[in-house]
């Protein structure tokens, strides 16, 4: 059965912090791994993965991914308490192509 | 780009009453658009994807009556739950894809349902 597994399911730090988010997986017909960050209302889209070794960056966030282990790893430094959030993985693939989402980790950045 | 618009935000409906949630992709054509739910403190849980001017694919687990798909043009889906029960209460979230991935998957801003 395709799965996907985030850890820490949640993680309270302080404002300056850095934070690593981990996200594994067992999916087949694996296509790309795409990071997500949910608030209050629908998923904001983060980064999409789709080649190992290859890190994706956007200001304060960067994340990779490693084909041959199966997990990416999201990081956050200098968070913020605008950075609390739920940080969603999902992996597109199966064997209807679809979006397979893990749990979630909620982070808490307190001031 | 890629902007999908879902509404309404939010519905409060009474057991037994049929409530319809839209997903319009605003500025690319949606080939294929997925509707999603999700718990409180839970993850997305895949419902069923459409794609356009054929029948909705279902998951398992899933009561294709009970919600029904329509995807009846490139940037237009709805999702009507029929007969609602509290249970039912939920988040709704739609997405969107266009055949070439450019957009990845873009996700509207999801229907918060409350049935009473």
């Known amino acids: 059965e395709d799965k996907v597994v985030q850890s820490p399911l949640s993680l309270v730090v302080h404002e300056g912090d850095t934070v690593t988010l981990n996200c594994s997986y067992e999916v087949t017909n694996f296509r790309s791994l795409l990071w997500y960050k949910q608030e209050k209302k629908a998923p904001t889209f983060l980064f999409m993965l789709t080649s190992s070794g290859i890190e994706k960056k956007s200001g304060r966030l960067s994340s990779i991914l490693d084909k041959k282990e199966l997990f990416s790893i999201l990081n956050i430094t200098a968070t913020q308490t605008g950075d609390s959030a739920v940080y969603l993985c999902?992996?597109?693939?199966?064997?209807?192509?679809?979006?397979?989402f893990g749990t979630g980790t909620l982070l808490a950045v307190q001031p | 780009g890629a902007v999908v618009s879902q509404h309404p935000s939010r519905v409060i409906c009474k057991s037994g009453t049929s409530v319809k949630i839209e997903c319009r992709s605003l500025d690319f054509q949606a080939t294929t658009m997925f509707w999603y739910r999700q718990f409180p403190k839970q993850s997305l849980m895949l419902m069923a994807t459409s794609n356009e001017g054929s029948k909705a694919t279902y998951e398992q687990g899933v009561e294709k009556d009970k919600f029904l798909i329509n995807h009846a043009s490139l940037t237009l889906s709805t999702l009507t739950v029929t007969s609602a029960h509290p249970e039912d209460s939920s988040f709704y979230i739609c997405?969107?894809?266009?055949?070439?991935?450019?957009?990845?998957?873009?996700f509207g801003s999801g229907t918060r349902l409350t049935v009473v």
């Open positions: 999902a992996v597109l693939g199966g064997a209807t192509n679809k979006l397979i």
């Open positions: 997405s969107a894809s266009s055949q070439g991935f450019n957009y990845g998957y873009t």
